[in-house]
C-alpha cells in the first residue's frame, strides 16, 4: 500500500516535471518574463529552468513547502508571490541566488516560529517590498521575526504582524530605506508603541484590525504623509472613531497627502460633526477617505465651515448611510482646492422625499470651482424622484468626470448645462424611456459615455431625428450601452464625423444582426456584441464590416451556428481575422453539440468539402425525386389521359356555361368514322335519313374554327347515340380512339352504357378492337355489314333493318316514357 502511494507521487512529480519543462522550453523560445501559476491548486512548488523570468506568481494554490535552491535557476527574479497557500515551512537556502528580487510576498499562510531559518533572508540583498502578514506567528517569534527582517538594509516597504507587541523592537532603526510600513494583528495602539521608529522616516503608514488609538500614537512619525486606517468589524466599539480622530490632533499644522477611515460597522454609526471638522480644519490634508464607515448624515454648519476655512482638501471620499435633504451638498461650493468628490449614493427609506413638482422643470446644482471628478454613484439602483429636465451646474467648468451610475432619475428628457468641459459620463441605470436628443448637446468634449441598463431599447426609438444625439460629441472614443435591451439602432446615430475611432460596447442586448453602423471605413475601433442573440452574421453584416474594418469584434455568448447553412460566416470569420474572441466563442454544430470556434476552424477545410457533398446527395435527391415524380405522374397521366382530357373538357364546357338538353338530344346519332370511309358513310347516312334520323357527321356538322375535341365532346352529348363505323382506316385513326374513350367517359358518368353502336366492315376480328371498346363490350350493340350475299339473313336490308332497330330502341323508349309522364 505505501509503495503504491510512493509510485503515485512520483508519477504525479515526473508529470509535473514533464508540464512545466515542456512550457518554459515554449516560454524560453518567446523569452516570457512573467510566469503566473496563480490559482492552479498547485500542491508542490514546480521545477523553474533557467530563464530570464523576472515575475513569479504563484498566489493562491495549495503549497505547503517552499524547497531549498527552488529558484536557483531564476537569477534575474525580481518579484515572487506567495501569498495565500498553505506553507508552514521553508528550508534553508530557499531564496538563495535571489540577489536581484525586489518584491516578495508570504502574506496569508500557515507560517510559524518553526517554519523558518536563521539567515532565511540573508541573500534577499535587492529586497525593498517584503509582507509576511496574516501568519501565525508567536509574540515570541516575532521578536526574532524582526531581527532577521532589519538585516533587509534596502527594504522600502513591509508589512508585517504585531500580535500582542506593546512595542516595536528598536532593531528596525537598521531600515533607514524603509518608508511604507503596514502593520497587522494589534487592535489597541498606545502612546509609545511606536517609540523605537522615531529613528525612521515613514511617510506612509496602514493599521489593519484596529479598535483603539491613543492620543499619541503618531507622535513619533514627524514625516507620516499617508495614514490608512481599517477598523476591526467585529470588535470595534462607539468610542473606536473618537479615538480616532482624537490621535489626528498631533498633525496639526502638518501637511498631510492622505487619511482613510474603512470599516465601521453600522451599530456605531455616527453624524459628522463639529469635533470632527474641528480636528481637520487644523491639518492641511489633501485627500480624506471615509468610506464604509456608516456615517449616518453632515452637520450643514461644521462642514461649511470647514470649506471656508483654509484648508488643503484636494480629494474627498465619503459615503453616507442616511440623508434626507441633501443640504450639506451646497457646502462644497465653498472648497476652494477640492478637485475630486466621491459622495456615493447610498440607498435609504425616507418618508419624508416628496415627488418632484413641475418646479423641476430648470434647477441649479453648486460645485467647487476646482472640481474636475464627481462620483456621485450608487452600488445599487436607487430611484430617485428628480428629472434631468434642464438642470445648471454652476462653477461646473473644470469638471471633466462624472460618475452617477445607478442613480436612476425619472427621465432623460433634458440638457446638462455648465460642465461643457466635460471628458467621462456614467449614466447607467438612468430611466431613459423618455429621451431628449440634445441630452448631450453641451459637452463637445465628451470622451467616454457609459450608459448601462438606462433602458435606452426604448429611449433610443423614440428620438424624432436619432443624427441629433451625438451631433456635437465629435471627440467621443468610447460608447458603452451594455444591457439596454435594444434590437435595433435608429438611422443617423453614429453617421457623424468623430475626430477618433470609436470603441463601442454593445453587450447583453437583443440584437440579432449587426448594428446599423454606417458603412464608413476608420470610424470604429472595437465593437462588442458579446451576450446578444447572433447565430451568424449575413452577406450585406460582413460586407459591412470589410467596409468598416475594426480592429477587434468581440461575440462571445451569443449563440453561434456552425452547420453547412452558415459556411460562407464561418469562412469569412477564418479569412477575415475581425474576430478576436474566437478562441471564447461556443457554437452550435450540426449535430447538436457545443463546439469552440477556434477548435472548428482548424477543420473548416474539410467541413466544407462535406457540405459540398451533402450539397450535391440532396440536390441529386431532389432531382432523383422529381425525375420519378414525374415519370409517375406521366404514367398515370398516359394511362388514365382521355379520362383527364374529358374531365378538363367538361369543366371548359361548364366555365362556357354549357347546358346539356335534359330531355330530348339534337341528332339519334353521331356517327365516328374515318374520313377514308367518306364515300360509305355517305351511302349510310342517305339511308338513315331518308327513314327520318337525324344524323351527325363532323364533316357536316363540325364548327369552323370551333377546337375538334370540344366539338366531338359536344356531338357525344348532343346524340341519343354513337355509332362507330369500324374499318381497318378507322383503326389506324387516332381520332377513332378519341372518340371511343370519349364516349366511354361519357357513358360511365351519364349512366348510358347502352348508347354505342358498332358497325364491324373489313372482316374484323373483337381482338383487333381498341380496349376502350372490348371493356365496354358487353354494352355494344354489334351490326356487322355484309360481305357475303350467299349467307341467310346477311344483306343490306337485314343490316339496315337491325341498325334501325337499335337506333330507335332508346328514342321509342324515351317517347314511352314522356306519354306516361303526361298521362300522370
Keep these: ?155 522600502v516597504r513591509l508589512g508585517i504582524d504585531l500580535r500582542g507587541q506593546l512595542q516595536i523592537n528598536k532593531c528596525f532603526c537598521k531600515l533607514s530605506e524603509l518608508q511604507d510600513l503596514e502593520l497587522v494583528g494589534l487592535r489597541n495602539y498606545s502612546d509609545n508603541l511606536f517609540q523605537n ?44 472613531i473618537s479615538s480616532i480622530f482624537n490621535s489626528f490632533k498631533v498633525f496639526k499644522g502638518k501637511n498631510m497627502t492622505e487619511i482613510s477611515i474603512y470599516n465601521n460597522p453600522h451599530r456605531n454609526g455616527f453624524v459628522l460633526g463639529h469635533r470632527h471638522f474641528a480636528v481637520l480644519q487644523e491639518i492641511c490634508l489633501q485627500k480624506l477617505n471615509l468610506m464604509d464607515d456608516s456615517i449616518l448624515g453632515i452637520q450643514f454648519g461644521p462642514f461649511l465651515k470647514y470649506g471656508y476655512t483654509d484648508n488643503c482638501l484636494e480629494e474627498l471620499n465619503i459615503n453616507l448611510m442616511f440623508d434626507s435633504t441633501n443640504s450639506y451638498v451646497f457646502a462644497f461650493c465653498a472648497f476652494k482646492h477640492l478637485k475630486i468628490l466621491g459622495i456615493p449614493h447610498v440607498v435609504s427609506k425616507d418618508n419624508r422625499l416628496e415627488r418632484s413638482t413641475p418646479n423641476d422643470v430648470s434647477y441649479s446644482f453648486c460645485l467647487p470651482k476646482t472640481l474636475e471628478q464627481l462620483d456621485y454613484h450608487s452600488n445599487v439602483k436607487s430611484y430617485c424622484t428628480r428629472r434631468i429636465a434642464n438642470l445648471t451646474i454652476l462653477n461646473g467648468s473644470n469638471l471633466k468626470v462624472v460618475n452617477m451610475a445607478n442613480v436612476t432619475v425619472r427621465d432623460c428628457n433634458g440638457t446638462i448645462y455648465g460642465i461643457e468641459n466635460l471628458e467621462y459620463l456614467d449614466m447607467s441605470g438612468f430611466d431613459c424611456r423618455v429621451l431628449s436628443e440634445h441630452l448631450l448637446s453641451h459637452f463637445p468634449k465628451l470622451i467616454t459615455l457609459i450608459a448601462q441598463d438606462a433602458t435606452l431599447g426604448i429611449g433610443l426609438n423614440t ?132 463546439v469552440i470556434l477556434s477548435q472548428f476552424l482548424q477543420n473548416l477545410k474539410t467541413y466544407e468539402i462535406s457540405c459540398q457533398s451533402k450539397l450535391w446527395i440532396t440536390l441529386a435527391s431532389c432531382i432523383s425525386a422529381f425525375a420519378i415524380l414525374a415519370l409517375l405522374f406521366g404514367i398515370i397521366y398516359y394511362r388514365y389521359r382521355f379520362a383527364f382530357e374529358y374531365f378538363f373538357l367538361r369543366i ?11 330531355e330530348e338530344f339534337i341528332h339519334d346519332a353521331f356517327i365516328s368514322y374515318s374520313h377514308k370511309d367518306m364515300t360509305w358513310v355517305k351511302i349510310l347516312y342517305d339511308k338513315l335519313h331518308s327513314k327520318g334520323f337525324s344524323l351527325c357527321l363532323y364533316h357536316k356538322d363540325f364548327k369552323v374554327g370551333k377546337p375538334i375535341a370540344d366539338c366531338i365532346v359536344e356531338a357525344i352529348n348532343s346524340s341519343r347515340k354513337i355509332v362507330f363505323v369500324i374499318t381497318e382506316d378507322f383503326l389506324q385513326s387516332s381520332w377513332g380512339t378519341y372518340e371511343i374513350e370519349m364516349t366511354r367517359m361519357h357513358a360511365f358518368r351519364e349512366g348510358r352504357e347502352s348508347m354505342v353502336v358498332v358497325i364491324l366492315k373489313d372482316d374484323i376480328k373483337k381482338d383487333k378492337l381498341p380496349t376502350a371498346l372490348k371493356e365496354i363490350w ?22 339496315y333493318e337491325k341498325l334501325c332497330i337499335a337506333l330507335s330502341d332508346s328514342r321509342s323508349r324515351i317517347n314511352d316514357d314522356n306519354s306516361q309522364l303526361q298521362m300522370t
Design 652 to 662: 371548359k364546357m361548364k366555365l362556357r356555361h354549357y347546358q346539356p338538353l335534359s
Design 778 to 799: 358487353y354494352k355494344v350493340v354489334c351490326i356487322v355489314w355484309p360481305t357475303d350475299p350467299e349467307v341467310p339473313y346477311n344483306s343490306e336490308e337485314i343490316f
Design 1 to 155: 500500500m505505501a509503495m503504491s502511494k510512493v509510485l503515485l507521487a512520483l508519477c504525479k512529480c515526473i508529470l509535473l516535471v514533464g508540464l512545466t519543462k515542456a512550457t518554459y522550453s515554449k516560454m524560453n523560445e518567446q523569452t516570457v518574463n512573467v510566469i503566473d501559476y496563480s490559482m492552479k491548486n498547485l500542491t508542490s512548488m514546480p521545477i523553474f529552468q533557467q530563464n530570464s523570468t523576472t515575475d513569479i506568481n504563484l498566489r493562491g494554490n495549495l503549497l505547503q513547502v517552499v524547497p531549498a535552491l527552488s529558484f536557483q535557476q531564476s537569477k534575474k527574479l525580481k518579484s515572487l508571490d506567495l501569498s495565500m497557500n498553505k506553507l508552514n515551512l521553508i528550508e534553508r537556502g530557499a531564496f538563495a541566488g535571489l540577489t536581484e528580487l525586489i518584491y516578495l510576498s508570504l502574506r496569508d499562510n500557515k507560517l510559524t516560529s518553526n517554519s523558518f531559518h536563521v539567515g532565511i533572508f540573508q541573500d534577499l540583498i535587492s529586497l525593498q517590498d517584503l509582507n509576511i502578514h496574516l501568519n501565525f506567528f508567536s509574540y515570541e517569534y516575532t521578536l526574532i521575526l524582526q531581527s532577521e527582517i532589519s538585516h533587509l538594509k534596502s527594504l
Design 463 to 594: 428620438l424624432n431625428n436619432a443624427s441629433e444625439f451625438l451631433k456635437i460629441n465629435a471627440d467621443l472614443k468610447h460608447i458603452d450601452l451594455m444591457k439596454n435591451s435594444i434590437k435595433s439602432l435608429p438611422d443617423g446615430l453614429f453617421n457623424h464625423p468623430f475626430r477618433q475611432k470609436l470603441t463601442i460596447i454593445l453587450d447583453r442586448n437583443n440584437f440579432q444582426s449587426l448594428p446599423n453602423f454606417p458603412s464608413k471605413p476608420n470610424t470604429f475601433q472595437l465593437i462588442s456584441l458579446k451576450y446578444n442573440r447572433i447565430s451568424c452574421l449575413s452577406e450585406d453584416d460582413m460586407a459591412k464590416l470589410n467596409i468598416i474594418k475594426p480592429s477587434s469584434i468581440f461575440l462571445h455568448g451569443n449563440p453561434m451556428e456552425c452547420s453547412c447553412n452558415t459556411l460562407a460566416f464561418l469562412t469569412w470569420v477564418q479569412h477575415s481575422g475581425l474576430i478576436s474572441d474566437v478562441d471564447e466563442i461556443e457554437c452550435i454544430s450540426q449535430n447538436g453539440t457545443l
Design 197 to 240: 521608529l522615531k529613528c525612521l522616516k515613514i511617510e506612509i503608514l496602514s493599521l489593519d484590525s484596529v479598535v483603539f488609538l491613543a492620543p499619541d500614537t503618531f507622535i513619533c512619525f514627524p514625516t507620516l504623509k499617508t495614514l490608512r486606517i481599517r477598523i476591526v468589524y467585529r470588535f470595534a466599539t462607539y468610542d473606536t
